[in-house]
C-alpha cells in the first residue's frame, strides 16, 4: 500500500529556515497531487501548500505565500517543503498528503482532497 513517510522536524529558532522532506513508497509518486498540511493542539488541520504531478503548479496559504517553498523530486519520490524566516506560528504537527492527479492546473487545499496521510514530523520555533 501507499506510505509516506515525513521527517526533518525539529526544534529551531525563530528566523531560522528548515526543510522538512516526504518520502512516498508502494505508489506511482509521479501520478500523485501532492500537499502539506498542519496542525496544532485543538485546531483542525490547515492547509500550507500543494504541488501538481509534475511541479510545474504550485499553490500556497496565505501564511505560507514568500516564505515557503514547495517542492518535489519525482526521481527519488520525494516531496519537500522549504520554510524560512520561521516564527512562533509555524509550531506545528507538519503531515504531507497525496492524491492521484495529472490535473496541471487544479489545486487540492482541503483535507478531504487527499487519500494518503503521512504520520507527521513535529516543527517547534522557539522564540
Known amino acids: 500500500q501507499v506510505q509516506l513517510k515525513e521527517s526533518g522536524g525539529g526544534l529551531v529558532q525563530a528566523g531560522d529556515s528548515l526543510r522538512i522532506s516526504c518520502v512516498v513508497s508502494?505508489?506511482?509518486?509521479?501520478?500523485?497531487?501532492m500537499g502539506w498540511f498542519r496542525q496544532t493542539p485543538g485546531k483542525e488541520r490547515e492547509f500550507v501548500a500543494t504541488i501538481v504531478w509534475n511541479g510545474n503548479g504550485k499553490s500556497y496559504a496565505d501564511p505560507a505565500r514568500g516564505r515557503f517553498t514547495i517542492s518535489r523530486d519525482n526521481d527519488k519520490n520525494t516531496l519537500y517543503l522549504q520554510m524560512d524566516r520561521l516564527g512562533a506560528q509555524g509550531t506545528a504537527v507538519y503531515y504531507c498528503a497525496a492524491r492521484p492527479s495529472y490535473s496541471s492546473t487544479y489545486y487540492y487545499t482541503r483535507t478531504g482532497d487527499y487519500e494518503f496521510w503521512g504520520q507527521g514530523t513535529q516543527v517547534t520555533v522557539s522564540s
Open positions: 508502494g505508489g506511482a509518486f509521479s501520478m500523485y497531487a
